[in-house]
């Protein structure tokens, strides 16, 4: 701040600012932003590392520690207040309720779900959330991020308390369908509800694909009178459908009304003749999310070189209510699908790479390491195991806090053991590459290195390689050009 600015604030305090015009409101404010932005950082950095140490407090300790943060922004608009206008103070207060009392929305779910204890928020964190609401429908908080943040979790929860209720449990797409009733019973305001409608819709196809989503594009299709959220859905939506229909779809499996799929993408017979080597793709999404779209590229340019590729639509929460052991069972049925098919797609069944990425990582491991998960229709007779396993950032224990809603449902909670990598050690005839960031928070480097360091005293063909300050999604962005030549060069040393 130079000595301009800084006698400016000065009489500004002394005497107010009757006469501020607006040349000095925006220079008052560019200088109160500038400052925010210093605080932002060493904020940031705290909830990040304490989020997990937060969330297992008991709640007036955790509410405590919320507003003490929020206090600190709420301190640096008060020394500016008689420097700005009224309406930037107010959407300033207003935005920094949204941004931290989102914390104490989350709360309950989040203490649960580390921690395995059920709380109901205090009357005084509710009447916060409530206060909130009030200003749902007012337009013009849609160009404030932190209110979007707030009204994205807060339908997130009211929905998820919906599915928790059963009353969807004969729906497909659960989560889109609960998502859609909250909103339309939360909003009254046409535009926040098509601003709703698009962000959810959105987030569903580039999560989940398009998969029986005609129904809910129709109805916001016909509501939306917004041109840019129209164009948004239609431009995904499209996208979508147009690379869903360059390449073989079959159903490989029939279940509880679900048919799920197998994605196929095969080489020129011409150029590669005879039985072919194959790989096949397990997506990830923590068993809640996730889509073979994902892979359709990377399959196309295997399908290329000459591979039979098959991505993998499995069970997954956020649509079929599921949980990992019935991932688990799916997995192991595409496995026996493929090898069922092995003659009418030119399939080698003894040359069979199966890869994923986190909880696709997972499953790739389950394929070798579980013998029983099982589905009742299979046959038995025909081997899931894979020949090869590649593994992306792969979960390796599921019986840590953060997986706890895995056994939400379950009396014998050490069941989870039975689909847990760390827990399934033995001589495997498997060989496996594991890929894993040093930095990953999500899958932990040490359980990786202690299934690798365990598997390998047992006398397995195991491989582990470390990529350098590298977190989670090993598999995109500046690391994945790392994790593609480390693949490749695997593949080719197995000689398939």
Known sequence: MNIRHFFMLLLLLIFGCKNVTNEDLEKNKSIFYKEQEKINPSINEYLNNNYYLLNSLNQSSFTHKIDSLKNIYIT???????????????????????????????????????????VVLSKKNQTKLNNLLLYFNDTD??????????????????????????????????????????????????????????NYLYAYIDDMGI??????????????????????????????????????????????????????????????????????????????????????????AYAKQGWVVGVVEYRIKGIHGTYPFEAVKDAKSALRWIRENAEKYNINSNKIIVTGNSAGGHLSLATALIDNWNESTDNLKISAKPNVIIVNSGVYDLTTNSNNWITEKMQNRDIVKEISPNHLLKKSDVKMLLIHGDKDRNCPYETVEYFYKEMKSLGNDIKLHTVKDAEHMIWYGKHSTEVSKITDEYIKSLKL
């Not at 700005?84 to 207060?93: A, F, G, H, P």
């Not at 160009?143 to 997130?156: A, E, H, L």
Request: charged share 25%; aromatic share 14%.
């Open 211 to 300: 998969r029986n989503i005609d129904a809910f594009y129709s109805d916001f299709i016909a509501s939306c009178e917004t041109p840019e959220y129209l164009e948004k859905i239609n431009t995904i939506y499209n996208s979508h459908k147009k690379a869903r229909a360059s390449h073989i779809i079959e159903t490989y499996k029939k279940i509880d009304g679900y048919e799920l799929q197998m994605h196929l993408f095969l080489p020129n017979t011409e150029d590669f003749k005879g039985k072919r080597p194959t790989i096949v793709q397990f997506h990830g999404g923590s068993w809640s999310e996730g889509k073979p779209d994902w892979f359709f590229s990377t399959a196309k």
């Open 76 to 118: 640096h608009i008060n020394k500016y207040k008689a420097l700005l206008d009224k309406k930037t103070l107010s959407r300033e207060i207003l935005g920094i309720n949204f941004t931290f009392d989102r914390f104490i929305l989350e709360y309950p779910q989040k203490h649960q779900d580390f921690t395995g204890e059920k």
């Open 141 to 198: 908080n849609l160009s404030d991020n932190s209110f979007k943040r707030f009204v994205i979790s807060f339908v997130t929860i009211e929905s998820n308390k919906k599915l928790k209720s059963n009353i969807y449990d004969d729906f497909g797409n659960q989560q889109l369908n609960a998502n859609w009733d909250v909103i339309e019973s939360t909003f009254t305001n046409n535009k926040v509800k098509s601003f709703c409608k698009q």
